[in-house]
């Protein structure tokens, strides 16, 4: 499988996958474009180079949208936890834009008074390119998407508020035996046990 950073804005890493922008048609002088979001150093990276401008390509696969729907729906594909700033994806979108896999919509390009973009024929057939990469980088969105409703999930929450509130007024008001210490702890030990099994 091509890794999906051969949707790089800069070079190949080692020859393998396809650059996401190359020296030729529709590139020209910027073939070697970085966006803020691939000079981010990488232990604070959401994306591998290249994915955030492939996720971009394919929201736009959906319909035209403006910088900040854009934003908008990319957080909500990653789960809620974060959103691109207008400092990452414009260049992005400028970058695509200069590249003509994306288009600014319409006759002035603008939408609600915003610039609003188009994936264009060459943008979709690169993205049909990587379309294996892009399966891997949905799915795992999905994942983290997932296990982050998971731990905003209300009925969790309650359930684990409930039990330290039920702890400490056992501790603080209730009658202690050996026994009835041992019995907890081993429904604290089960409750564990079938989570990690769930």
Do not use: W
């Not at 359930?159 to 400490?168: F, G, P, S, V, Y």
Request: proline share 4%; hydrophobic share 35%.
């Amino acid at each position: 499988m091509k890794p999906f950073h051969g949707m790089s804005s800069d070079r190949h890493h080692g020859g393998q996958g396809k650059p996401f922008f190359t020296k030729g048609a529709h590139t020209g002088s910027h073939a070697n474009i970085k966006t803020h979001a691939e000079e981010e150093p990488q232990r604070h990276r959401r994306f591998h180079r290249g994915e955030l401008k492939g996720l971009v390509l394919h929201l736009l696969t959906q319909g035209p949208a403006h910088g900040y729907e854009l934003i908008k729906a990319i957080g909500d594909q990653v789960g809620g936890d974060y959103q691109p700033s207008p400092g990452v994806i414009y260049p992005t979108l400028n970058a695509l834009e200069a590249a003509a896999l994306i288009c600014a919509e319409g006759e002035d390009g603008v939408q609600e008074g915003r610039k609003a973009y188009a994936i264009t024929e060459a943008g979709k057939a690169h993205l049909a390119a990587h379309a294996e990469q892009l399966s891997v980088l949905l799915q795992r969105l999905e994942q983290k998407a997932l296990k982050q409703r998971a731990r905003n999930n209300p009925q969790i929450n309650g359930a684990m508020e409930q039990l330290k509130t039920a702890l400490r007024n056992k501790f603080a008001n209730g009658e202690l035996t050996e026994s009835s210490v041992a019995a907890i702890a081993q429904l604290l030990e089960r409750a564990a046990q079938d989570i990690e099994q769930c």
